[in-house]
């Protein structure tokens, strides 16, 4: 079986009045190659009237920004032209590439009706070769993701890229990475053979599991050996798993706020295209 390396507790970092726990990059971790960065937020609820998300217009280069939508919704907007509101159980896939600005906030409706809230970005690197390609934006609903029933329906969940098991992924991507949201009942058990070199994503977002023999628990992220193939996980409550793996892409890795590069002087010039309008003008 794959051994763990570290269990790594997520950081509580509130943003205004959103709830917020960072597992990566904390003071224990900074990446697992090519995963780069995870925030999440909730749950929790909002009121009426209420102000919704915080995340106004702001600039990315170099990366893409994977967003599940567990609970509320968030309504988007680039500079590319894309516009979409995602509700809950759908996910929004952004390669921001070689720049674009982009505004994450929350639906009229949400605002003025309020209600839970809980969604998860994740950041996935790209590879040199595709750090300036041309940025891209799909938003899907939950009825446009593929779903998975394991364990005889004990597992169901949502293959949002790659593939698991037979099911293929609902986004193409750039790059080979594989993910998932695996809703477990009590008990449920899943047995999945991961290449070893490949690096596992393993944030459980609720409850608690047994991974390989080892109790990991809600806002908690498993960082593992690439020592073996198999993986045995079972739930000791309801839960929920953020599941990825991917290849390293082995490549240095530069990241300065909204920017990941390979060097400084390409984080430079990203924040001068930016501050010159390369990146897309903005517009209310």
């Known amino acids: 079986m794959r051994t763990i390396k570290k269990i790594h507790k997520a950081e509580y970092r509130p943003i205004a009045d959103l709830i917020t726990y960072s597992p990566m990059p904390t003071g224990s971790i900074q990446m697992i190659d090519p995963f780069l960065f995870l925030n999440h937020h909730g749950p929790q609820k909002y009121p009426p009237n209420n102000n919704g998300l915080p995340f106004g217009p702001h600039p990315h280069r170099g990366m893409e920004t994977v967003t599940f939508i567990l609970d509320g919704d968030i309504a988007h907007k680039d500079s590319g032209g894309h516009k979409s509101v995602i509700e809950s159980g759908g996910v929004q896939w952004m390669t921001a590439g070689s720049g674009l600005i982009h ?155 909204p920017f990941v590069m390979n060097s400084m002087e390409e984080i430079d010039q990203a924040y001068s295209d930016f501050q010159a309008g390369k990146m897309g003008k903005w517009s209310e």
């Not at 390609?133 to 899907?140: C, D, H, V």
């Not at 477990?184 to 390989?212: R, T």
């Open 103 to 257: 505004a994450e906030v929350s639906s009229e409706k949400f605002k003025k009706e309020g209600g839970d809230l809980e969604i998860l970005q994740l950041w996935i690197n790209l590879p040199a070769k595709y750090k300036m390609t041309e940025p891209k934006y799909f938003g899907f609903q939950k009825d446009q993701i593929p779903a998975i029933s394991l364990d005889e329906g004990r597992i169901k969940g949502q293959v949002v890229s790659g593939k698991l098991e037979e099911t293929a992924g609902a986004f193409n991507t750039f790059t080979d990475v594989n993910l998932a949201t695996l809703n477990f009942e009590e008990g449920a058990k899943l047995e999945l053979s991961i290449p070893s070199e490949h690096n596992i994503f393993f944030y459980v977002i609720k409850g608690e599991f047994e991974v390989n023999g080892n109790p990991v628990k809600a806002l908690n992220l498993a960082e593992f050996n690439n020592d073996d193939e198999k993986l045995v996980i079972e739930a000791r409550a309801e839960s929920i798993l953020l599941f990825g793996h991917a290849k390293p892409f082995d490549e240095p890795v530069v990241a300065r706020g």
